[in-house]
């Protein structure tokens, strides 16, 4: 009996040995984490404390689901990947009833035998500690019994609520987390994070400069109808002189007083933190813009003209999996003809795409960094005139903007120059009178930050190395547009990754061909997806 269970207990330990060699060994570390909160905490006031909650878990349907994915911020802090969960920071090391000295604590889902049988194995208390480094670490149920005094700091920042969050089984889901978070902070129930961040536009900006301020509250107030409502906004926005406007500051600043409930420290820290990357970063980030590269190239030697939109974005998907990342950073956007107009068209479900020009605006996340890359080829391997005039233009452009994303241009540097070629290229082939249309044809931004959002956080600032941004011009010429009908229909963006560096920019992205005679070329190439049939189906 002893002898059985012993070979039992052998096999099960090369079992576990086995498939633990088979996970992925290329996360960020432990370390890595440390020392970003080392960071956050060189970057706070004094007498702080920063507060993060774990992502929501969204229910997609009934009782299911969708798949969890954490908060980036939290992430970026912890490398902690399941739900329920709080972090603490403090700027300063404080001491619990024993006389022990922390400066972070942090809450996580308790350890449940039935629950992890359903899905999947928890960390913990005891593997947070082991795997991810922290030394305060508790149940999330024991939260209920911080005993910090949240008014003894001068500021208490964290993310407002989005009341996306359900009240799950158990006291200890993240509903409960913020309920407990609300009672010990005298969260007051009309709490207005972006009234907060107004108000700290006022009170931080100099009186002579106060128009100008006034002029951009006006905006908000616009967006935001419920701020209307508040008399300090209102009252700034349409006080008549400089004078009334420091009076109205004085009062700004009385509220101000009144809470140490801030979200605007946290947000700050954040944006500074995350726009430059790391090499750790950088290696993560790189791989999954590889990948994503990978996916444009080989569609472009598997696409023809029968094709359905949902078949070209199974490839692009397939391809990540295949290379082990875990999602798409968001949700793939595959355009034939007319519907590549639509900036964000997600229904991919044109049956065929025939000799339209198909627009692919896809990008891997892998272990937690998102590519973005976009392509636009005709499903039939050849551009035609009207699609290659187009094509060059959007072309032009981004290589305009590439070329001056450099260390210290204005991040609307790389927008500026395309717009001015997409502007010149329009007028030339008539499908605008004036430069001031091209908007009509160009609607969006040409850059964003990217990292472990796709749209990542950073200060819009001047750029600075380290720093990887999209460059991405359009022209989408919609059915029934102000032009020859010639023009209707063809829709193109192209958009890489690039690494902002002190030599200059860097196309993460390049692999994927870009130009109309590499791409045609490309095209030509026979696909190993040529010999993979599906029986047919009624």
Excluded at 137 to 144: L, M, Q, W
Aim: proline share 4%; hydrophobic share 35%.
């Amino acid at each position: 009996m002893f002898k059985n269970i012993l070979s039992l207990g052998i096999i099960l330990f090369v079992v576990l040995e086995i498939n633990a060699q088979e996970t992925p060994s290329d996360y960020l570390t432990a370390e890595f984490h440390t020392l970003r909160r080392e960071k956050v905490r060189e970057m706070m006031p004094t007498n702080s404390v920063l507060v993060f909650f774990a992502n929501a878990e969204r229910n997609r349907a009934n009782d299911v689901d969708y798949i969890y994915h954490q908060d980036p911020d939290f992430y970026y802090l912890t490398g902690y990947k399941e739900p329920n969960a709080v972090l603490l920071i403090f700027s300063e090391n404080q001491k619990d009833a024993s006389g022990k000295v922390f400066n972070e604590l942090i809450y996580v889902q308790e350890r449940d035998p039935l629950a992890e049988q359903w899905n999947g194995k928890r960390l913990g208390v005891a593997g947070v500690k082991g795997q991810l480094g922290f030394d305060m670490v508790y149940n999330g149920s024991e939260f209920a019994n911080l005993s910090i005094d949240f008014s003894t700091f001068d500021k208490v920042s964290f993310f407002d609520f989005k009341n996306d969050y359900r009240d799950k089984q158990g006291n200890a889901d993240l509903f409960d987390l913020i309920k407990a978070f609300k009672i010990k902070s005298n969260y007051p129930t009309d709490y207005n994070a972006t009234k907060q961040q107004l108000y700290k536009m006022i009170t931080s900006t100099d009186v002579e400069n106060s128009a100008n301020v006034a002029q951009t509250l006006g905006r908000y107030l616009n967006n935001y109808p419920n701020l209307q409502e508040d008399e300090l906004l209102s009252n700034f926005v349409n006080a008549p002189d400089q004078e009334l406007r420091k009076e109205i500051k004085e009062k700004v600043l009385l509220v101000q007083k009144s809470t140490n409930l801030d979200s605007s420290i946290i947000a700050e820290i954040m944006d500074k933190l995350r726009e430059t990357k790391t090499e750790e970063e950088l290696k993560l980030l790189k791989k999954a813009i590889e990948i994503s590269a990978v996916g444009q190239v080989e569609i472009m030697k598997a696409m023809h003209p029968n094709m359905s939109e949902s078949e070209i974005q199974g490839v692009h998907e397939y391809i990540y999996k295949r290379y082990g990342a875990e999602y798409e950073g968001y949700p793939s956007i595959v355009g034939g003809g007319n519907n590549g107009c639509i900036l964000h068209y997600i229904e991919n479900n044109k049956t065929k795409v025939a000799t339209d020009l198909v627009l692919m605006d896809l990008g891997a996340e892998y272990h937690g960094y998102t590519a973005d890359v976009t392509r636009t080829i005709p499903a039939n391997g050849t551009f035609s005139k009207e699609q290659k005039a187009i094509y060059d233009i959007v072309y032009n452009a981004q290589e305009a903007g590439i070329a001056v994303s450099v260390v210290g241009a204005s991040f609307r540097a790389p927008g500026e120059a395309a717009i001015k070629v997409v502007a010149d290229g329009l007028l030339k082939l008539g499908i605008i009178k004036d430069i001031s249309e091209a908007r009509t044809y160009f609607p969006h931004g040409t850059s964003h930050y990217l990292g472990l959002d796709v749209h990542d956080k950073g200060t819009y600032g001047d750029f600075k190395p380290n720093t990887v941004i999209t460059v991405e011009p359009g022209i989408y010429i919609p059915e029934g547009s102000a032009c020859d009908e010639k023009w209707w229909g063809i829709a193109v963006r192209i958009e890489d990754d690039i690494l902002i560096t002190e030599d200059g920019p860097i196309n993460l992205s390049a692999m994927a061909p870009r130009t109309t005679e590499a791409i045609e070329a490309m095209m030509k190439i026979t696909s190993p997806l040529d010999e993979f049939k599906l029986p047919g189906l009624d």
